[in-house]
């Protein structure tokens, strides 16, 4: 990909030893899109983010794990702000074309004297192929890095699509995920580029859930820097492009669930039959957000009495007595009607795998949407109780 710098360092914002510092640099000005949470609680970096993204244009990105700068007052803001001047002063372009992002602890303030220190050095050793040690550095409870590139051709040529993500926890996404950055070197505009970026977050971001909490930090940001020389021309082009980044985010969220803190199982839930799409999202989200189907999951239980009963109270419209229920390709429930023990066994089976399909048809109209999540487990809890300590 042309056009795109990293770095990854240790700042000493997180309490160990490791990287938690990170910069995308773009020798141009980019063409930018961004979503953001929409939690009315929000970080420092999304207020100045939502303001900056207005402009359309942005030339680097500047992250720090370890301290999420959110709940933070005034001086979050200033904060935020200063650090993006700072690094645009090591990079010698205007602030206004720095955005940055946090993630980590809510409430405490950032340690700006170490900010400030580290990012001479952050700029000075950036590097085209430094992007996993970008990667590494906005990690927190994450176990691995989660990084995806994508090479599409449209008319004018040829164009690659990279995009890097992290989260684990308090993963239930409106708009966006934890932190997520995508570059490419197309040339195409910053109102295209929003438009694309909206719709492959609905089809990948919008469709997962670890634990059903939605971030103050949540944040995707797109960089398209046009040196590939290839321009998108027409409709053509713009489905080839969409296609491309729904593919590259839809990889990263399932990255996201696949790593949720504590997960042991990465769980599809496809909801068909629906009289609406927003009937079957609706029943598809209820179930993929159920602490007891989460459970049951990381169990091996087919307990198909509470996917039924999630699917039930999800106010969408439901008739019991047609619905079937599938694990993978064992049939558990037919026309409302459970199967028996052999059944259970089988679908028992099948919950011992890593991954799982689960398929919900109401047979009550065409519509169909579909969820990803991830099981409880007991690590979930040893994680988040002691997250701070």
Not at 83 to 95: E, F, G, V
Not at 180 to 196: E, G, W
Not at 367 to 382: G, M, R, T
Request: proline share 2%; with cysteine; aromatic share 6%.
């Amino acid at each position: 990909m042309k056009g795109f710098k990293f770095n990854g360092i240790m700042a000493g914002i997180k309490k160990k030893d490791t990287l938690d510092f990170g910069i995308i640099f773009s020798e141009k000005p980019a063409a930018a899109a961004a979503l953001f949470t929409q939690n009315k609680v929000v970080a420092a970096p999304v207020i100045l983010g939502r303001e900056r993204i207005k402009s359309g244009l942005c030339q680097a990105i500047v992250v720090n794990s370890g301290n999420a700068n959110c709940f933070t007052g005034k001086q979050g803001v200033e904060d935020a702000n200063k650090t993006a001047a700072l690094a645009a002063k090591a990079l010698n372009i205007a602030p206004e074309l720095v955005m940055v992002s946090s993630t980590g602890v809510i409430g405490a303030p950032l340690p700006m004297d170490r900010i400030e220190q580290s990012i001479p050095d952050l700029v000075q050793t950036m590097d085209l192929d430094k992007i996993t040690s970008f990667a590494t550095s906005i990690l927190t409870t994450d176990t691995s890095v989660k990084m995806v590139t994508r090479e599409s051709r449209v008319k004018g040529g040829s164009f690659t699509i990279t995009g890097v993500a992290k989260g684990s926890g308090m993963i239930k996404p409106d708009m966006a995920t934890m932190l997520s950055f995508v570059m490419t070197d197309l040339d195409i505009s910053s109102l295209l580029l929003q438009s694309c970026l909206k719709k492959a977050c609905d089809r990948s971001f919008n469709r997962i859930c670890v634990d059903g909490d939605t971030s103050t930090n949540d944040t995707v940001i797109a960089l398209a820097n046009g040196l590939s020389h290839t321009v998108l021309e027409d409709s053509d082009d713009s489905f080839e492009f969409q296609q491309c980044l729904d593919e590259v985010l839809l990889e990263l969220s399932r990255m996201i669930v696949k790593d949720g803190e504590g997960a042991t199982k990465l769980v599809k839930i496809k909801v068909q039959g629906a009289v609406t799409g927003e009937d079957a999202l609706k029943i598809a989200e209820t179930i993929a957000q159920s602490n007891l189907v989460k459970t049951a999951i990381y169990g091996q239980d087919p307990n198909w009495g509470r996917i039924v009963a999630a699917a039930g109270r999800s106010g969408a419209a439901i008739n019991p007595e047609s619905l079937d229920l599938r694990f993978d390709d064992v049939s558990l429930v037919r026309d409302g009607v459970w199967q028996g023990k052999e059944a259970e066994a089988a679908a028992a089976k099948v919950m011992q795998e890593s991954e799982i399909e689960i398929v919900l048809d109401l047979k009550m109209g065409a519509a169909s949407d579909w969820y990803l999540f991830c099981d409880f487990s007991e690590e979930y809890v040893k994680i988040n109780a002691d997250y701070r300590s």
